[in-house]
């Protein structure tokens, strides 16, 4: 999708690829939304703009076909949006993958979260100061996609794994997801 010329060869390819994409997991339907900012931002034509929306909702409605639920209880977060807010920004800033000390409060989870907090400032602020003119030559494009698949990650993670405690935050095989909201500010 970042290419300086997007033919329809290569849309349908990477088409396919976000449609295999979607099916194997559930932060699979991530790229669509991610790959939406970079064809914004590329200028790419209304055209393959709209068929990558019909594919991206013909994906997402065909993977919750038949969809259940299997957390406990999926308005946790929304219930208790200050656990949930802690959770991911313990999620975010948690980049070394240390476990956290669920309930003691230690100055390390402190400082993670303060790091946490930081991302989410340095993310808003990327996207703000780059993310907000269209720009076809650039890595910022890239950039803002990175911080969109991350945050969006990060807020799914918090919906899927909150009831498994904060220390479900430091799981290290979330670690590149997080460091993907690094690179994009880099970016």
Known sequence: LDRVTLTWVTLVGALAVAVVGSFSSFQGLLIWPTGLVLLYFRRRSLAQIGVWIAVAIASTLQYFRGYSSVTPDPQFAIQHPVIALKFFLLSLGDIVGKPIADGKRGYEDTLVMVFGVLTVLLAVGSVLICGV???????????????????????????????????????????????LVLVGVYL
């Not at 969109?148 to 009831?163: D, H, K, N, P, V």
């Not at 935050?169 to 590149?176: K, L, Q």
């Open 133 to 179: 003119r269209i720009d076809e030559h650039s890595g910022s494009p890239v950039g803002v996609a990175l911080i969109c698949y991350g945050i969006l990650f990060a807020i799914m993670m918090t919906q899927g794994r909150i009831l498994y405690g904060y220390e479900a935050a430091s799981f290290s095989r979330y670690t590149t997801f997080d460091l």
